[in-house]
């Protein structure tokens, strides 16, 4: 079954087709492709008309990209939310139009849904066993979800401030290190020593499994402009870096061990940080838990993990009706698939 | 037109929160809010206070949205969050919707609205100023006469929720 899968929830258009939930046929993100070259010039970097100018563009790329034409779909899935309702609109209306006019079903996914979805795709990992704990963790989402199935998310936890990945941005931003912070911290982080600063981890209730990065950033922000230049830029990018990753880790782990599963997802765009990966995978050694973790290119918003997610809500017969429409909060109640444990 | 500034000091991020919260409890109209303060001053928190005064759900994660641009969340009037900080150009908070939600019968709170053109638009003007690590200063600003009214008895209300 191919299926054309559409995102448009925040800053990237991207369309994919995928075979079976599981096989990238191919896979095409607007922000990464040369958009610049096809329009010839500057494009508004966010928001809904970046989606409406570059929707076409990508879908047919990715039909072009695998050799396919739109009557050799099967269905159409695209997310539903959350994110930001007017860039959501744009592809969840092109979907719905697209699937109508060839007389396919539709399907409408959950964003983080999708994401865990993303170690599904490939073929040379093992994917996860259900029930499993996954870590969303990027720009605009960090929770850790228990997954029982391929359409249930059940919230254990969540930040109650800022994203890690926002956190990354805001701290290379005081920093001078431009925009996105992950990459370029990350980089610097590795040439740096973190034990010469200690930031402090928020590990909230010991117990719980919020998040909080707030504290972190205002820590850090203070530190800057006390030192005065006296330590390395590399040492403290190394310091917020150990600081974020204990924490993620620590909690995931600790989730996995409430949870008493032995399969762990760490997904989402910060799971491409190396520093990250590194920590995951030595605690999953020592604890033999098996960790999965996407490619780079699987990590950040992408269609194949929405079509990959939609493949499952088609199998359960969740098609979209007429009277669907998109949602912006991930945790509003009666939503699709997530619910609070 | 007359402008109404009005100042509240804080000792602790829980004193920030109860201030927001009694500043929440008394609105009962739709009100557009441009919200300032450094990084780290406590924006986030004290539109978490705002939520918890307006009858945001407890036990709701309300995030900062400088990822997502706006977060929405349903209270007694629906509260609206946006950041612009990632927005370059002016249109583009036409493009993101935030007009449509501004005109709507909701509270809707706005940080980095220099981003827009004009701050007419806005009934509240909040800045918070950072003392040390936990003191704050909370400035208010209304120029309409209600939002005046409004910000008079918050300031009276000595012993906030």
Redesign the interface.
């Known amino acids: 079954m191919r299926i054309l899968g559409i995102e448009s929830s ?1 800053d990237e258009t991207a369309a994919a087709v995928v075979e079976d939930g599981v096989k990238i046929l191919s896979s095409e993100v607007a922000s990464q492709v040369e958009i610049h070259h096809r329009y010839g010039g500057v494009v ?6 970046h989606h409406v100018e570059a929707i076409c563009p990508m879908v047919e790329a990715a039909l072009a990209a695998c050799g396919m034409e739109a009557g050799d779909l099967d269905a159409v899935a695209v997310t539903q939310g ?6 959501l609109l744009v592809g969840f209306g092109f979907a719905r139009a697209c699937a109508f006019g060839l007389n396919i079903p539709c399907v409408g996914v959950h964003h983080l849904l999708g994401h865990i979805h993303s170690v599904f795709l490939e073929p040379e990992k093992t994917p996860p066993v259900y029930p499993f704990v996954a870590l969303v963790v ?3 989402h960090t929770g850790l979800y228990h997954v029982p199935d391929a359409l249930t998310l059940e919230l254990l936890g ?6 890690a ?2 956190a990354y ?2 701290i290379a ?2 920093m001078g290190l431009g925009y996105p912070g992950g990459p370029v911290i990350d980089a610097m982080a590795a040439e740096g020593e973190g034990g010469r600063v200690f930031f402090p981890r928020a590990f909230l209730d010991k117990d719980g499994l919020d998040f909080s990065f ?1 504290g972190l ?2 820590a850090v ?2 530190f800057l402009s006390e030192d005065g230049g006296k330590t390395s830029r590399a040492d403290i990018a190394a310091a917020f870096q150990d600081a974020v990753v204990d924490v993620l880790v620590s909690k995931a782990f600790l989730a996995v061990e409430k949870m008493g599963c032995r399969d762990l997802a760490i997904v989402g765009g910060v799971a491409a940080n190396r520093g990250l990966k590194k920590k995951a995978a030595q605690e999953a050694d020592m604890r033999g838990i098996r960790l999965h973790m996407p490619s780079p290119f699987l990590c950040g918003d992408n269609a194949a993990m929405i079509a990959a997610a939609g493949y499952h809500y088609l199998q359960a017969g969740k098609v979209l009706g007429l009277d669907a429409d998109v949602f ?2 991930a ?1 509003d109640p009666g939503r699709v698939a997530v619910r609070h444990r | 037109m007359e402008i109404l500034s009005i100042t509240r000091q804080s000792r602790s991020p829980e004193e920030s929160f109860r201030l927001a919260e009694s500043l929440g409890l008394r609105i009962h109209s739709p009100c557009r809010i441009a919200l300032s303060g450094d ?2 001053a406590g924006k ?2 004290f539109v978490q206070g705002l939520a918890s005064g307006l009858g945001v759900a407890e036990g ?2 309300v ?2 949205p ?8 349903d209270a007694r009037l629906p509260l609206h969050h946006a950041d612009l900080y ?4 002016s249109d ?1 908070v036409f ?3 935030l007009y449509e939600l501004m005109a709507s019968e909701a509270v809707t709170v706005v940080e980095w609205a220099e981003r827009m053109e004009g701050m007419e638009i806005f009934d509240l003007e909040i800045h918070i100023e950072i003392h040390g ?1 936990s003191e704050r200063t909370i400035r208010a600003q209304a120029s309409g006469l209600h939002f005046q009214d409004l910000l008079r008895s918050w300031q009276q209300d000595s012993h906030p929720v």
Do not use: N
């Open positions: 925040c508004p970097e966010l928001a809904s008309r959350p994110g930001l309702v007017g860039a990027s720009g605009g969540q930040t109650r401030d800022d994203a990945g926002e941005d805001k931003k005081i707030s950033k205002s922000a203070r912006s909060r945790t | 990084l780290g986030t928190h709701s994660y995030t900062s400088s990822y997502a641009l706006i977060h929405s969340y990632r927005l370059s150009h583009e493009d993101i919707g690590e």
